[in-house]
């Protein structure tokens, strides 16, 4: 498998203009992660799927962002209208999940290579 | 709520020198899972280790190890011998049932040969 796989890995744009950020995460996983990271804030999660469906979104900053997952195989983050200080890396992750016990594999999250946003 | 610290920001050491990275939580759940990530200067965040609630079982892997105590809600993880590759930011995380993780500061580990 190639991986959780983003694009574009990275976008300048100009405050006012629509952003949208690619996710295509590893076959077979059944949760997908946004994540923000900047300086100030440190890794944040902004909103996760299981099975396509949103569960928590309680980290979306405001609504100038939106996520979406219409299949099991690729997932957006749009940011309308843009503002500076969005700028930040968000990466995208996926993950599965294996159930409860001591041999249990919860949850491990494999990170794409991240899209590196400036907006200006 | 779920909260990591990791109160050292950045360690400085010689390469084969030990070092060991801190990881205190908080959460109110009784079924949790603890991880740690590193973020090599590449910016890729890598799995390292993971530890379930309901195992204080510490191991060793190779040159890493760690010790989970629920008493004081830690989760430490220490490189033996460790070498210039190591120098990264190294990230503590917690994560609920749902799968919901919640990432400590980060410690930059600068190792210098």
């Known amino acids: 498998d190639a991986g959780v796989i983003q694009s574009p890995r990275h976008e300048v744009t100009e405050m006012g203009q629509e952003v949208t950020l690619r996710c295509k995460p590893i076959?077979?996983?059944?949760?997908l992660f946004w994540y923000r990271q900047t300086m100030m804030r440190g890794l944040e999660l902004l909103i996760y799927?299981?099975?396509?469906?949103?569960?928590?979104d309680s980290g979306m900053p405001e609504d100038r962002f939106s996520a979406k997952m219409p299949n099991a195989s690729f997932s957006t983050l749009k940011i309308q209208p843009s503002e500076p200080r969005d700028s930040a890396v968000y990466f995208c992750a996926s993950s599965f999940w294996t159930g409860y016990g001591p041999l249990s594999g919860a949850n491990v999250l494999t990170f794409g290579a991240g899209s590196r946003l400036t907006v200006l | 709520a779920q909260k990591v610290t990791q109160a050292q920001t950045e360690i400085s050491v010689v390469e084969k020198e030990d070092v060991t990275l801190d990881c205190v939580y908080e959460?109110?759940?009784?079924?949790?899972?603890l991880f740690w990530y590193k973020q090599p200067p590449s910016g890729e965040l890598v799995f390292l280790i993971r530890r379930n609630s309901f195992d204080e079982q510490n191991e060793i892997s190779g040159r890493y190890s760690w010790n989970f105590q629920k008493s004081t809600s830690s989760f430490n993880f220490t490189i033996t011998a460790s070498q210039v590759v190591d120098s990264a930011v190294y990230f503590c995380a917690l994560s609920d049932k749902a799968g919901k993780s919640t990432f400590g500061d980060g410690t930059t580990l600068t190792v210098k040969p």
């Open positions: 076959s077979g996983h059944d949760y």
């Open positions: 959460t109110r759940d009784t079924t949790y899972y």
């Open positions: 799927f299981n099975n396509n469906v949103p569960i928590d």
